[in-house]
């Protein structure tokens, strides 16, 4: 089972950036689709972004031409960068792991077999 550890969230003001990383402890990194989602305050956890194994990506409406998903097969991380941020984007922020067979589509929880701890992100207005 790959465990996911996220880090690079924190505090800032409105139109700021912040960049997000995950890594995973496995040695079969680039078989796994990597997404993000986020958890605001008494809210469902929702889909940010995703990269396929080919490195395709899709993102969600909310954060399209904002945020970059990124992943570097060679150490083991995904990244967000995130710009512009708005106080919207207030969430605990996970990454997931996700392979074949596949049960859902990448925007679903379901999609991912493992997740890491969440990140907090705040943006303050």
């Known amino acids: 089972q790959v465990v996911l550890v996220e880090s690079g969230g924190g505090l800032v003001q409105t139109g700021g950036s912040l960049r997000l990383s995950c890594v995973a402890s496995t040695r079969t990194f680039s078989g796994y689709a990597m997404g993000w989602f986020r958890q605001a305050p008494g809210k469902n956890r929702e889909f940010v972004a995703s990269?396929?194994?080919?490195?395709?990506?899709q993102y969600s409406n909310s954060v399209k031409g904002r945020f970059t998903i990124s992943r570097d097969n060679e150490k083991n991380t995904v990244n967000l960068q995130m710009n512009n941020l708005k106080p919207d984007d207030t969430a605990v922020y996970y990454c997931?792991?996700?392979?074949?067979?596949?049960?859902?589509?990448?925007?679903?929880?379901?999609?991912?077999?493992?997740w890491g701890q969440g990140t907090q992100v705040t943006v303050s207005s």
């Open positions: 990269v396929s194994r080919a490195n395709g990506t």
């Open positions: 997931g792991a996700g392979r074949p067979p596949y049960t859902a589509y990448y925007y679903q929880e379901d999609f991912y077999s493992a």
